[in-house]
């Protein structure tokens, strides 16, 4: 089927992350976000309504007392509840702060942030009395009952448009301010690199607290005027064939995980639910957020190949909050393979290609950066070594530079995003 190129550059033209809601709402009114049910039900809600009711949510922000650039963290346990928290909170000049609805992780950052409001939902409301502190708490169901503003705040392109946590991968987790232009840049970057356009339709469940979940699985796709379609986090991790299901009922091209949710299908679906769903639209299975199992990505393409999902679909990805989302993806096209590695060269901090065996390691290889971006390796380097060791007689070993080719190191990303 020929590519339309709607969606391509849908939000081109968007100055502030907001606009890239009010753009699809307006280009494309109808198109919907599915919220898939834990009993297989689904609650539809059209791009249109999704403007309507986040306009709302921040004439009742307004109502309330939230100034422009108040951090406002937002708890919910339904995205369909967080969503209109979050355009809402845009809509209204404050500076959304997604959480999960845990009270240790709501309660470190709402003592970082200096003790702002916090929106809820029905069910995240009583978590706030779990907090040693009193909360003001601003109800979702309240706020959806204000009127919405006029005028939407207009921000600065470089003024910040949400505070994303980072998942904590590599350490505590820390608050990245992202910035409108940052965002939009990245947004482009990562259309571009998976060439996704408004013929694609998303099934995920990856949480909107998550960079990848928030970023990957609903602003992408927003600005790309995709249709999404949404399995709750915690339904799929009770039965994970209910995401699978949702994305062959829907004939789902994209859809995202991480390496744990490949394994979790790998042993909670069986076999025959499978082999009954046709998975043959999936163009790209996105994998990132965590360390990928080479042993874990074999096993899950096995265990989906009777339901026809292209060998070449599953990309590994690379990307961290700082960087707003993605920093790397593999050429479309091509079947990704681990890169098996000799394992007492890469613990002196080289990368030495082998062949598989005990003393060897396998690592995803994660691919290209994204348009505009650029990553180097650096770290100690001495005897004329790397661009810190040039032009250094006494060849320091102290020195920190930019390390050669398949050298071990630090990795540092630059680019608009």
Same mark, same amino acid.
């Given at each position: 089927?020929?590519?339309?190129?709607?969606?391509?550059?849908?939000?081109?033209?968007?100055?502030?992350?907001?606009?890239?809601?009010?753009?699809?709402?307006?280009?494309?009114?109808?198109?919907?976000?599915?919220?898939?049910? %834990?009993?297989?039900?689904?609650?539809?809600?059209? *791009?249109?309504?999704?403007?309507?009711?986040?306009?709302? &949510?921040?004439?009742?922000? #307004?109502?309330?007392?939230? !100034?422009?650039?108040? @951090?406002?963290?937002? &708890?919910?346990?339904?995205?369909?509840?967080?969503?209109?928290?979050?355009?809402?909170?845009?809509?209204?000049?404050?500076?959304?702060?997604?959480?999960?609805?845990?009270?240790?992780?709501?309660?470190?950052?709402?003592?970082? /942030?200096?003790?702002?409001?916090?929106?809820?939902?029905?069910?995240?409301?009583?978590?706030?009395?779990?907090?040693?502190?009193?909360?003001?708490?601003?109800?979702?169901?309240?706020?959806?009952?204000?009127?919405?503003?006029?005028?939407?705040?207009?921000?600065?392109?470089?003024?910040?448009? *949400?505070?994303? *946590?980072?998942?904590?991968?590599?350490?505590?987790?820390?608050?990245?301010?992202?910035?409108?232009?940052?965002?939009?840049?990245?947004?482009?970057?990562?259309?571009?690199?998976?060439?996704?356009?408004?013929?694609?339709?998303?099934?995920?469940?990856?949480?909107?607290?998550?960079?990848?979940?928030?970023?990957?699985?609903?602003?992408?796709?927003?600005?790309?005027?995709? $249709?999404?379609?949404?399995?709750?986090?915690?339904? *799929?991790?009770?039965?994970?064939?209910?995401?699978?299901?949702?994305?062959?009922?829907?004939?789902?091209?994209?859809?995202?995980?991480?390496?744990? %949710?490949?394994?979790?299908?790998?042993?909670?679906?069986?076999? %025959?639910?499978?082999?009954?769903?046709?998975? !043959?639209?999936?163009?790209?299975? /996105?994998?990132?957020?965590?360390?990928?199992?080479?042993? &874990?990505? $074999?096993?899950?393409?096995?265990?989906?190949?009777?339901?026809?999902?292209?060998?070449?679909?599953?990309?590994?990805?690379?990307?961290?909050?700082?960087?707003?989302?993605?920093?790397?993806?593999?050429?479309?096209?091509?079947?990704?393979?681990?890169?098996?590695?000799?394992?007492?060269?890469?613990?002196?901090?080289?990368?030495?290609?082998?062949?598989?065996?005990?003393?060897?390691?396998?690592?995803?290889?994660?691919?290209?950066?994204?348009?505009?971006?650029?990553?180097? #390796?650096?770290?100690?380097?001495?005897?004329?070594?790397?661009?810190?060791?040039?032009?250094? @007689?006494?060849?320091? $070993?102290?020195?920190?530079?930019?390390?050669?080719?398949?050298?071990?190191?630090?990795?540092?990303? $630059?680019?608009?995003?």
């Amino acid at each position: 089927m020929e590519r339309s190129n709607e969606g391509l550059n849908g939000g081109a033209s968007a100055e502030t992350l907001l606009d890239v809601l009010l753009g699809a709402a307006r280009e494309v009114p109808e198109r919907t976000v599915v919220h898939v049910r %834990a009993d297989g039900g689904e609650h539809t809600v059209t *791009f249109a309504g999704l403007r309507d009711e986040a306009l709302r &949510v921040a004439g009742g922000l #307004i109502e309330a007392g939230v !100034s422009a650039g108040t @951090p406002l963290p937002l &708890v919910a346990d339904r995205g369909e509840d967080f969503q209109p928290m979050f355009w809402g909170a845009l809509a209204a000049g404050a500076v959304p702060v997604p959480l999960a609805p845990e009270p240790r992780r709501v309660g470190p950052v709402w003592e970082l /942030l200096g003790r702002p409001p916090v929106v809820v939902d029905a069910s995240t409301a009583p978590l706030l009395g779990e907090l040693d502190a009193d909360v003001a708490a601003l109800p979702l169901d309240t706020l959806r009952e204000g009127r919405p503003p006029r005028r939407p705040h207009r921000p600065a392109p470089d003024d910040v448009a *949400f505070l994303q *946590f980072s998942s904590g991968s590599t350490g505590s987790p820390k608050g990245v301010e992202l910035t409108h232009a940052g965002v939009l840049a990245n947004l482009h970057q990562i259309r571009t690199a998976m060439a996704i356009t408004g013929d694609d339709v998303i099934a995920t469940w990856m949480p909107y607290f998550h960079d990848m979940g928030l970023i990957g699985t609903h602003l992408v796709p927003m600005a790309a005027r995709v $249709r999404q379609i949404r399995v709750e986090p915690l339904s *799929f991790a009770k039965r994970p064939a209910l995401w699978l299901e949702a994305a062959a009922r829907h004939r789902a091209t994209l859809l995202s995980a991480a390496n744990f %949710a490949l394994d979790l299908a790998v042993r909670r679906i069986p076999a %025959a639910t499978l082999a009954g769903l046709d998975l !043959s639209p999936v163009r790209l299975l /996105l994998v990132g957020a965590e360390p990928i199992a080479p042993r &874990v990505w $074999r096993a899950f393409q096995a265990h989906t190949a009777p339901a026809g999902l292209d060998p070449c679909a599953p990309l590994p990805v690379y990307g961290l909050a700082e960087a707003t989302l993605a920093v790397t993806v593999p050429p479309l096209g091509e079947r990704a393979e681990p890169v098996v590695l000799d394992r007492a060269a890469l613990s002196r901090g080289r990368a030495v290609e082998t062949t598989p065996g005990t003393d060897a390691v396998e690592l995803m290889d994660l691919g290209l950066p994204v348009e505009g971006c650029e990553v180097r #390796i650096t770290g100690p380097v001495g005897d004329g070594e790397g661009d810190g060791g040039a032009g250094n @007689p006494e060849g320091a $070993r102290a020195a920190h530079g930019v390390l050669g080719e398949s050298r071990v190191g630090h990795v540092e990303v $630059r680019g608009p995003q």
